[in-house]
């Protein structure tokens, strides 16, 4: 569980991944050797991890939620091999451990084709595969759940605020060669330094420290604090596929993207047209959830509730 000083930390993390420990020291009136100390630790715990991604909707790739049916003997070992998948972001278990929760990030047809029409359809085992595209994200992705349990001041968040905050550019750079490299490192480590990130793209500091400007002002790459929910105290975690009517479909999915539980909702392809994933403290504030906010969305027709039995794969980083 984070304590108090440890959320701050998080926050300041959260508004900015690389902000340097000497302001966020600054901001929260503490020294810098505590801030650092403090991030080693949830670090080393792996409480707490920076990740740097391209933002799939600015640069114009595609992300899927997959669902596979799978027989029970076999689930384990489908989702291990999912998550060794470089283009697999989210792997999960849920449904008593018969179904596989993943979401791929393609950056071409040919990249989808491979891994939907390919590689699945030859799995043995697989007895069942439903694929949905994600159409629209109304909450997630660059928005961060933990800005729902926001602990520092406007005026703090001002504070740490980057200096080109608040003016993105319109057009998005083209993404490169050395780009990946960069954001495969980032994404192992959003905090790496820019000598390892030097050696990493075959580009100077200045161009790197450059390049991540670029990239971060124009909305193409993000960084974001990826906390698991245990860490917040959230042990039941879980996927809701809504069924809504067509009209009250903007209003449901952003009445639920208000909603503390919700740290991600989006619009989909597929007999089902809203997905969204559900942290809460346990069982029963889950049905509390469910019965209070849940239900009073009118335009909710049907609701699949799906439990998360184990994660696998968390934003792109393979678990233990």
């Known amino acids: 569980m984070l304590d108090e000083l440890d959320r701050q930390i998080v926050h300041a993390l959260e508004i900015d991944g690389r902000v340097a420990f000497s302001r966020v020291a600054s901001v929260l009136g503490v020294s810098d050797q505590t801030v650092a100390r403090r991030y080693r630790r949830l670090r080393s715990e792996e409480s707490v991890r920076i990740i740097g991604s391209l933002n799939t909707w600015r640069i114009g790739a595609v992300s899927w939620y997959l669902r596979l049916q799978c027989t029970p003997d076999a ?62 994200m109304y909450y997630g992705g660059t928005e961060s759940f933990l800005r729902k349990v926001q602990v520092l001041t406007d005026d703090q968040v001002a504070a740490l605020q980057p200096p080109w905050a ?25 905090r790496t330094g820019l000598p390892e990130l030097a050696a990493a793209t075959g580009w100077s500091e200045t161009r790197v420290r450059r390049r991540l400007t670029e990239l971060r002002r124009s909305g193409a790459l993000f960084l974001e604090v990826d906390v698991p929910g245990p860490a917040l105290g959230l042990e039941m975690a879980a996927m809701m596929w809504l069924s809504v009517a067509p009209h009250g479909m903007v209003e449901a999915a952003e009445t639920l993207a208000e909603h503390a539980e919700v740290p991600f909702v989006a619009a989909t392809t597929g007999p089902t047209n809203l997905v969204a994933s559900v942290v809460c403290r346990d069982v029963a504030a889950l049905y509390g959830y469910l019965t209070s906010k849940v239900s009073a969305i009118p335009a909710i027709h049907h609701i699949e509730l799906n439990p998360i039995v184990r994660t696998l794969k968390r934003e792109g980083a393979l678990l233990p």
């Open 75 to 136: 689930a384990l070992s489908i989702a291990e091999a999912l998550a060794r998948r470089s283009d697999t972001a989210w792997v999960r278990l849920v449904s008593g451990g018969t179904e596989i929760s993943c979401v791929t990030r393609s950056r071409s047809r040919a990249d989808t084709d491979a891994l939907l029409l390919d590689k699945l359809h030859r799995t043995p085992r697989i007895v069942g595969i439903s694929a949905h595209a994600l159409i629209h």
């Open 166 to 190: 608040g003016d993105p550019h319109e057009d998005v750079p083209e993404i490169e060669s050395g780009d990946r490299a960069l954001v495969t490192a980032l994404a192992r480590d959003g």
